[in-house]
């Protein structure tokens, strides 16, 4: 069974640039969530969708942080413009709908300078 | 904010010894997990304890859960250099809140 695909695996961009991440989740699962990880910290959700819908997304900071899900499979997260605090990891994961088992992706490493 | 805070910060064992790492919590959780992350393999979930439960095995891990005193623990026997990671508790009530993590280095 393939696993969360993120592309890409590393970014680096300056501060005001913007960036764009995608996650592709594993085939069938329903719920996909993105997850910020600030180096030293656990990961802090963002956004959970269920199929194209959003259930939760109070900890996106919504005034430069957007995502999407069309079709309720493939998923892209937008940053802009960025700021120097964005650095961090962005994780991508996928379950079957409950908030049960969670299977992430490799992640993207963005470094904003 | 994260709820889940794990103690120790860092712990660093030899082989063959047994790794205990610590989580508490705040508020009320349906179920309570644990995960692992390396450098090679990301994110991996490892176990998953429901509120109901008291304790649970998998393999060389074992985890208890006290929800009255709103803790877990994690045990890892006879721990291999592989283990090396850190560990995150990570509690469930409709989404998945994860503490700072435990780092464990386990030298040969």
Same mark, same amino acid.
């Given at each position: 069974?393939?696993?969360?695909?993120?592309?890409?695996? %590393?970014?680096?961009?300056?501060?005001? +640039?913007?960036?764009?991440? &995608?996650?592709?989740?594993?085939?069938?699962?329903?719920?996909? %969530? &993105?997850?910020?990880?600030?180096?030293?910290? #656990?990961?802090?959700?963002?956004?959970?969708? /269920?199929?194209? #819908?959003?259930?939760?997304?109070? /900890?996106?900071?919504?005034?430069?942080?957007?995502?999407?899900?069309?079709?309720?499979?493939?998923?892209?997260?937008?940053? +802009?413009?960025?700021?120097?605090?964005?650095?961090?990891? %962005?994780?991508?994961?996928?379950?079957?709908?409950?908030?049960?088992? /969670? %299977?992430?992706?490799? #992640?993207?490493?963005?470094?904003?300078? | 904010?994260?709820?889940?805070?794990?103690?120790?910060?860092?712990?660093?064992?030899? $082989?063959? $010894?047994?790794?205990?790492?610590?989580?508490?919590?705040?508020?009320?959780?349906?179920? *309570?997990?644990?995960?692992?992350?390396?450098?090679?393999?990301?994110?991996?979930?490892?176990?998953?304890?429901?509120?109901? $439960?008291?304790?649970?095995?998998?393999?060389?891990?074992?985890?208890?859960?006290?929800?009255?005193?709103?803790?877990?623990? *994690?045990?890892?026997?006879?721990?291999?250099? @592989?283990?090396?990671?850190?560990?995150?508790? @990570?509690?469930?009530?409709?989404? =998945?809140?994860?503490?700072?993590?435990?780092? =464990? *280095?386990?030298?040969?």
């Amino acid at each position: 069974e393939a696993g969360v695909a993120q592309s890409p695996r %590393y970014k680096i961009i300056e501060k005001r +640039q913007s960036v764009a991440f &995608w996650c592709n989740p594993i085939s069938g699962h329903a719920t996909l %969530y &993105w997850y910020q990880q600030i180096l030293g910290q #656990g990961p802090k959700l963002l956004i959970q969708f /269920q199929n194209n #819908g959003v259930v939760d997304d109070s /900890q996106l900071p919504k005034d430069r942080f957007s995502a999407e899900r069309l079709k309720g499979v493939d998923s892209t997260l937008k940053i +802009q413009p960025a700021k120097l605090e964005d650095s961090a990891v %962005y994780l991508c994961a996928s379950s079957s709908g409950l908030p049960d088992e /969670q %299977y992430f992706g490799p #992640g993207t490493r963005l470094t904003v300078t | 904010s994260q709820q889940g805070e794990e103690d120790p910060q860092a712990l660093s064992i030899q $082989e063959g $010894e047994n790794a205990t790492m610590n989580c508490s919590y705040k508020t009320s959780i349906n179920n *309570l997990q644990w995960y692992r992350q390396n450098s090679g393999r990301g994110l991996v979930h490892l176990i998953l304890i429901r509120s109901n $439960e008291r304790e649970k095995h998998s393999g060389r891990l074992r985890v208890t859960l006290d929800t009255s005193k709103k803790s877990s623990s *994690l045990l890892i026997t006879a721990s291999r250099a @592989a283990d090396t990671a850190s560990y995150f508790c @990570a509690t469930v009530y409709s989404t =998945l809140t994860f503490g700072k993590g435990t780092m =464990l *280095l386990v030298s040969p």
